[in-house]
């Protein structure tokens, strides 16, 4: 492994679609993701986010704050949309607490930290208990994956969920993995997930994109032991999450390790 330099993404030319990107259009297509929803931010845009339990959310961290300013959003701006497709939600929520990774800052230069702490879960004013809905299931093991799948809203298909049904993990360091998926502006808080017995299991979160020696890639924050310290927060009244979850080792500024093949121009990343 080598390391590769990560900075800031200066353009922000709309990335080629990869071949494999479906956008789900029926109400067939997307029955079994209508845990994942729109999550509407106050007026200020939206980000994608999935129901994991009928009454908790999970997203990225930065979807929560104001771009601006930095500043929190105010709660009852927040709504989830679960399933929305052409207009229309399965089901309609706003938020009641959030909770965050205690390590999480909007403004952290080191991109390895700064995705791998991206990560938030809401509680919804009331829970969603709707047969057409059935929360996702989050991965509690951590393993090694060299394909995962990835579901999503984003520019210019706000609509209606895209499947992204195969992409590689190029490599992974602590927390952080680095995805083949094709990603775009409102595809943060998207699950990233692996399919067992036909059931989606929720492996990671979308909290960035990249461009890396000219291919479109995406960064994303493993999820597998954040799950029950989030809760815990949010059951203790606490918005600010104290998480288990292992330090992410020191490198060099702005460097993350990314296997040989990739090395060259460098990676430079945006929050979508």
Known sequence: MKPLLLALLVTTAAPAYAEDLLELNTADQVRAYTAVGRLELDGRGFCTATLVTTDLVLTAAH???????????????????????????????????????????????????????????????????????????????RRTLSQVALVSYAKDRTEALSLERSCDVLAQESSVQVLSCDVDFGASGAPVFVMEAGVPRVVAVVSAKADMDGQKVALAAGVETTMDTLRLALQDGVVTAR??????????????????QMTGAGAKFLRP
């Not at 390895?112 to 004013?125: F, G, M, N, R």
């Not at 998480?243 to 040989?260: C, D, E, F, K, M």
């Open 243 to 260: 998480t288990g979850l292992p330090q992410v080792r020191s490198v060099a500024p702005a460097r993350a390790n990314i296997p040989t």
């Open 63 to 141: 979807c929560l704050f104001n771009k601006r300013t930095g500043q929190r959003l105010p709660l009852d701006g927040l709504t989830f949309n679960a399933g929305m497709r052409n207009g229309r939600a399965e089901a309609t929520r706003i938020a009641r607490r959030a909770a965050i990774h205690k390590d999480y800052t909007l403004t952290n230069p080191d991109p390895v930290t700064s995705v791998s702490t991206d990560l938030a879960l809401i509680e919804l004013a009331q829970p969603i208990r709707n047969g057409r809905i059935t929360p996702m299931m989050v991965e509690r093991n």
